[in-house]
């Protein structure tokens, strides 16, 4: 698959398009039905703007293709789930940054504890006889 359109949906100021797997791979493969779908979906797996793509879908209703690793009956179960939702890609990098901000949170707290552990070593007194 060869995406050269331009998004409607979403408010990033780049281009996912660029990244996209299918964009220099053979994605050509991602447009089969049924349950083939299942069988080639794995190819987005490696695509690193995964969330992107299928927020993409989403937001346009696309009915045909896997998109973002997702079947056809899977992107309208989300659809079904959430029709409430305006858009699916702000939804999506919302989701993104909460857990990035989790993340940095934890490593934060990681790096802290480390550091405490390390001043406590540091005023630790060495003993004469370990040092020799
Ligand atoms: S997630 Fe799949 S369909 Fe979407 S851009 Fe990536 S490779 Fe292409």
């Given at each position: 698959?060869?995406?050269?359109?331009?998004?409607?949906?979403?408010?990033?100021?780049?281009?996912?398009?660029?990244?996209?797997?299918?964009?220099?791979?053979?994605?050509?493969?991602?447009f089969?039905?049924?349950?083939?779908?299942?069988?080639?979906?794995?190819?987005?797996?490696?695509?690193?703007?995964?969330?992107?793509?299928?927020?993409?879908?989403?937001?346009?209703?696309?009915?045909?293709?896997?998109?973002?690793?997702?079947?056809?009956?899977?992107?309208?179960?989300?659809?079904?789930?959430?029709?409430?939702?305006?858009?699916?890609?702000?939804?999506?990098?919302?989701?993104?940054?909460?857990?990035?901000?989790?993340?940095?949170?934890?490593?934060?707290?990681?790096?802290?504890?480390?550091?405490?552990?390390?001043?406590e070593?540091?005023?630790?007194?060495?003993?004469?006889?370990?040092?020799?």
């Amino acid at each position: 698959m060869t995406v050269t359109t331009s998004t409607s949906s979403g408010n990033s100021t780049w281009n996912w398009r660029v990244a996209a797997r299918c964009r220099t791979d053979d994605g050509d493969g991602l447009f089969v039905s049924g349950a083939a779908q299942r069988e080639v979906r794995g190819f987005c797996s490696a695509c690193p703007v995964r969330t992107e793509c299928l927020a993409y879908a989403l937001d346009e209703q696309i009915e045909f293709g896997i998109w973002g690793g997702a079947t056809e009956r899977e992107r309208r179960a989300m659809l079904r789930a959430r029709p409430n939702v305006r858009s699916w890609a702000g939804l999506l990098a919302e989701a993104r940054l909460a857990h990035y901000t989790a993340e940095a949170a934890s490593i934060r707290a990681a790096a802290a504890a480390a550091e405490e552990v390390a001043t406590e070593v540091r005023a630790t007194p060495v003993d004469a006889d370990v040092m020799g």
